[in-house]
């Protein structure tokens, strides 16, 4: 090896399999990169040069594989000293090229490898919580927390997500009205920040830091360890579906069930969700799960208002102790609900396979060749006051019938989001999240569905309906102040203390890299 000491800099050129990397970064490379699992491989580079988006390309330099905080820090430290860009992936799930590096001149340190130790996911059944190393995957959580009897409170929709992936974004799925995002409910977090320190901090402890990087968007530090609550785990889930043919009454019900947050587990569902259904083959699709679509539902036969149903989804938790009562306490809360009568439709099931479901429809779609395509998802936070006006202009108006994948809606309870995380929401204190969550298996579908996209966002521009994105993505530096709002001078600032150099998830295009200027 040789030492070079320019610049105030102590570099050391590693051998020959790290050599590419010199030349492509165009600087030695320092020690603190030894022994981190460092790769200039082709095809771990092109494994890390795509996202679930598969809407843009990375072209990072060289990808690191640690299996220590230790190790992140060291290589977040080299890339601080040498002024070179990082970014964590955890599983790869964003959309437009969010954990992707952009630039030639950077590492992604892949936070989802098998290089971590064993004690990668600790329980604590007295304390009732869970430490996760970052970027294990939910799923793997909720095998580990199940041995004790014992469960994370919020969830996401799709378990193979990364632990530090949603708890930088924010982690929403239908128990968020009770329990709040994934965010409201971890205790404390060790953090490699922008300047290579790993700092442990929580609500008590470095409390600006744990604020930060909760909903973060990756930009003030990578989460290598979170502490999560957990709760004791019910066995089995009576999971229902009902329709309704008029949006006021859908709003209506799903804003009264998300109200009972709080009340005993009796007297409220667990589970608040829906979704649009705006063609014929969905409405079948709306009811696979749960029975088989031998007699065809039609759309026109449920008068729906404006050729458009909704439907609603809530579950039920229990274990066989209980069992006897379930039926009861389900059929009370039904009965002050608005659906139509004839379209309950209802299944029971094990915890995990509930929580677990979207995992089986992958499934289906990989074997089909039909997961790996483009996925150009919009995902809104719609304040309640203008979603009605949503409803006329969107659903009713610039959706068509091609809809090319399932359509989220569900209100969520503003005081269950803690504002000083770095998450920003509508103002008011119930907001719905509506999600295009649609596939493109052709250029032409991806055109037109993008370009739907475009007018969705311009219909909420002209007719000042003040949406929030969520896992945002903006190409412009006023789009990314106009999003934070008040909170923009908060973030900056933050941004200043913790990642100074502007290192960290270049890829979400909120600050132009540029390695001879801090901020």
Request: glycine share 8%; proline share 4%; hydrophobic share 40%.
């Amino acid at each position: 090896m040789a030492f070079n000491n320019n610049n105030n800099n102590k570099y050391v050129l590693l051998t020959f399999a790290v050599c590419p990397l010199i030349v492509a970064v165009g600087l030695t490379v320092v020690p603190e990169l030894v022994d981190v699992g460092l790769s200039v491989e082709r095809r771990k580079l092109e494994a890390v040069s795509v996202d679930f988006g598969r809407l843009s390309k990375g072209e990072a330099a060289a990808v690191a594989h640690p299996g220590t905080a230790e190790e992140v820090a060291r290589v977040v430290k080299a890339a601080f000293e040498a002024r070179f860009p990082v970014s964590a992936r955890g599983h790869g799930h964003s959309i437009n090229g969010q954990a992707l590096i952009r630039e030639k001149k950077g590492v992604v340190i892949e936070m989802g490898g098998q290089n971590q130790n064993d004690n990668s996911i600790r329980v604590f059944e007295k304390g009732m919580y869970v430490d996760v190393w970052g970027g294990k995957l939910w799923i793997e959580v909720l095998s580990a927390t199940l041995e004790y009897g014992l469960a994370p409170m919020s969830w996401t929709d799709y378990l193979y997500l990364s632990v530090g992936g949603t708890l930088s974004n924010a982690g929403i799925s239908g128990q968020t009205f009770n329990h709040g995002p994934q965010i409201t409910n971890v205790y404390e977090l060790d953090v490699v920040t922008g300047k290579g320190e790993l700092v442990t901090c929580s609500e008590d402890r470095n409390a600006e830091l744990f604020h930060a990087v909760l909903g973060g968007l990756g930009q003030f530090g990578i989460i290598t360890r979170a502490r999560i609550a957990l709760e004791p785990a019910p066995q089995r889930v009576r999971w229902i579906r009902v329709l309704y043919s008029n949006f006021a009454r859908f709003c209506k019900d799903q804003e009264y069930l998300i109200s009972l947050h709080g009340k005993p587990e009796k007297e409220r569902f667990d589970y608040v969700e829906g979704f649009v259904i705006v063609d014929e083959g969905l409405i079948n699709n709306w009811r696979s799960s749960f029975f088989s679509a031998s007699n065809p539902v039609k759309i026109t036969s449920l008068n729906a208002d404006g050729g458009v149903l909704y439907c609603l989804e809530i579950t039920k938790n229990y274990n066989q102790a209980n069992a006897d009562s379930l039926e009861e306490e389900i059929q009370s809360l039904l009965k002050k609900l608005d659906f139509i009568p004839t379209s309950v439709f209802t299944t029971d099931l094990p915890y995990v396979d509930f929580l677990d479901r979207v995992h089986k429809a992958e499934l289906k779609l990989r074997s089909k060749g039909l997961w790996d395509v483009p996925h150009p998802w919009l995902n809104l936070f719609v304040p309640k006051s203008r979603i009605a006006d949503f409803d006329k202009g969107v659903f009713k108006g610039i959706l068509g019938n091609k809809t090319s994948g399932p359509i989220l809606i569900y209100p969520m309870n503003k005081n269950k989001w803690d504002q000083r995380s770095s998450v920003v929401t509508p103002e008011e204190d119930v907001f719905y999240l509506v999600a295009f969550l649609r596939s493109a298996l052709d250029t032409e579908t991806l055109e037109y569905l993008s370009n739907e996209n475009r007018q969705i966002l311009r219909f909420c521009h002209d007719s000042e309906i003040k949406v929030k994105q969520y896992l945002p993505h903006y190409t412009t530096h006023q789009e990314w102040m106009d999003h934070f709002g008040d909170k923009w001078t908060q973030f900056i600032a933050r941004k200043m203390q913790f990642d100074p150099r502007q290192i960290l998830a270049t890829g979400q295009q909120i600050f132009q890299f540029d390695p001879l200027t801090d901020m």
